[in-house]
């Protein structure tokens, strides 16, 4: 049987400010049976959306499929007539984007934009493509799935609408489907029920599709077989399982090894006489006017924290669960309604402009974006002169030695003194964004998300920068992540928050423990194995729990995570304010249910290998 | 409910906006120098005169009592009487404002929609000959004054070609007479507001056909004429729409030169007349009308935004 996708010596070049062509990808070729999935992996850079965009003749501006065939179904697909292409993209091949939140249009109801494809074609009567939209809904396990179509995009939730993108591509039948890095701007927890929904709807229909992704477990979870590409060539082809198990190209290998898990760094001794470096009591914020004491849209619920000198505090949870917000007001960006800050003993003023410009000094920020978080206008030896001057009243030729010394502590070359932030690589962003606030010479960083944008393997490289840092410089951090796998690896102790409140806090070992709370075994399960067959394996309880949506309790003392939570005790929970225990594993936890409650709950739905075991999994994996 | 209070606070603001621009209007009528007196009695007249004529007219008034009077009568629509020749201000701009909307509106009907097609087109065809030979066009036209284009326009098409009248006049009994008489001040007017309008549409008609949902909608099979009015279009409406309203707020006060050179009976001729004569509760009166027309043009605008954007229209 002929494949159905044929890709032979494809090159697609592009155009630079001075008009010479760069090849993006060069030389790729590679087949995709009927029913087969095959995946794409890479880093950013690494050309495969470039690849995925060309099965439906299509590149972006500036790009050009410069050679090569792709044939798909018989059809070839660089010979074909605009009217004849117009047909293809969205009948024939079909293509699911990455930021699903961005590829609807905002003025248009989600209904409307989902049977476009097949009412423009003049496929189906309205009513009929309506109902078949509808039950397209429902195998995608859409909430409300005769409804939801008569929303527009900015009333569903990023889940939600990844699906419905999903269901607008299987809506002509295609021979096709272009997943492009579908679930990577979700939280894990959505992600989990995401690629669940879409893989059932692969197999059911039984879909060829190619996948497009940076993350090898995820891929692990769909696909027959996958090529792994670099710098616009193909590294590598091979089925999932021989990939996995027994890379051949040495950068295949690197990947893998750069998701395994690190080791636990260890827990600095715990010295309690000392006092911590940064002390939070009873915190509460939130954004529009104070009424009684709370704000009106509140963020932060009662949140305590201490951060001791020279250790590193994780801040993990999903998107709102108010991590950003947290860093905003310790910062003093968002000042805090209630509760206590203490910098050294001191007590901190809640507002920017009520703290003296020592403080101001001894906590920085880093922000989470450093494309937008750098002026654009200004050169990296001006962003990063700002603070010497400022903090230290550095004379220039002294601001000069100094500005060089942060980008040898960042790794970077001088050479990128005069250049723009629009000139730099992300990576290279993001180390500047870090100089930045080094410059100042803090005691306390706050790191907002800083390797959320970079591929996994620049991203690994800043975070042993940062571990250098603080056993360099004894500086404190604050590293807010929703990734567990970064925050295990650069943090002592974790804090998992949850809708503003802190659900767990401990050390890294004991909070990755079994009995875990609730919410904290669910972040821990969601998070994609390179296993195969990981994505069978969670249950239905847990992909209940990541499915619905977080609403908030009835009142603010309540649990957050009530609506969601698979151990929640009815007539407890939703009645009385959670107590705070400290477990024997050595963190505390915000749960009605005891320890013993707690082992038997997580051991009975299936989490075993998840949740219960995860240090020895570490463990196993770093032999 | 959302919208109704967004609205709403539109239209209070627009109305403070209204009185603010009241009290502007009143001080800065008050301090130009002289007044309606020297107008009537000439520059020679004895100063016993000018008294008794000040105190006839009342502007002998401390001047918080005549914003005060002004205003009332204003908000019961009646603006006062005209000083230098005693007619009722409102009988004087009736039929001058009529005149002044004719040739707006008739502007209006010509340079909206030339500059969305145009501005639409040259957004498509980005980059190609036909984009900017258009912007270069548009950015000439306004860049030249339109004194100059009125000026060339009259010799050349009135007196040398003799295919338009120089004299334009609002009556309008035939199609070819609206042409003869109108053709001329109207193409004046457009040339000078088009530019922005096809600029700004390109621009944020650019804006959106970079975005991710066009390329999406392309990746789905849409055909470009589909494209641009469906997906592009809708969602650029809110700062073409303010273009559009900024340009044709312009038209009402702003085509002083265009009604001198035409002859044209219109508003805006009217009001210089009047400061020229002092003749302040007509100057006043003017300005309040210009200030509104353009309050209510920006208002239609925002309107605009908030009825094309479903996040302002559905929670």
Redesign the interface.
Known sequence: MTPLVEVSGLRVTATNDRGAETDIVRDIGFTVARGEVLALIGESGSGKTTIA?SL?G?A??GCRIADGGIRVGGADVRALAP?E???????QV??V?Q?AA???????RLMDQVI??VR??GLMSRANAEAKARDLFRALALPEPDRIGAR?P??VSGGQLQRLMAA?ALMTDPDLVVFDEPTTALDVTTQVEVLRAFREAVRERKTTAIYVSHDLAVVAQVADRIVVLRDGAIQEIGATAQILSGPADPYTQSLLAAHAPKPQPPAAPRDVAVAPLLEVRGLVAGYGATWQGRPAAPVLHDVDLEIRAGSALGVIGESGSGKSTLARVIAGLLPATSGMMRLDGERLAPALASRGREELRRIQIVFQAADTALNPAHSVERILSRPLAFYHGLSRSEQRRRVRRLLDLVRLPASLLDRLPTELSGGQKTRVNLARALAAEPALLLCDEVTASLDTVVGAAILDLLAELRSELGLALMFISHDLKTVRAVCDEVMVLYAGQVMERGTGQAVMQAPQHPYADLLAASVPELRPGWLDSIDETRLAEARSRFSFPGSPDLCAFISRCAARAPGLCDAAPPPIRRFAKGSDIRCHRTEQELVALQSKHGSVSAAILPLKRVVKRAL | MLMLGMILRRVCGGLLTLLVVSVVVFVGASILPGDATEAILGQSASPEAVAGLRQALGLDLPAPERYLRWLAGLLTGDPGISLINRMPIGQLIGPRLTNSLFLAALTAAVAVPLALLLGVTSAIWRGTAYDRVTNITAVSLVSVPEFLLATIGVILFAVQLRWASAMATPVVDSLGGALRTLALPVLTLSFGIMAQMVRMTRAALLGVLDSSYIEMARLKGVRPARLVLRHALPNAAGPIANAVALNLSSLLGGVIIVEVIFSYPGLAKLAVDAVETRDMPLVQACAMIFCAAFMILVLAADLCSILSNPRLRVR
């Not at chain 1, 961005?102 to 003025?107: E, G, L, R």
């Open positions: 965009l439906l299509y972006r501006r009217a292409l117009a047909r293809l993209r969205g009948g079909a293509y984007a930021s961005a590829a609807f249009n905002p003025s248009q476009e494809g423009m074609r527009f900015h009333q607008m």
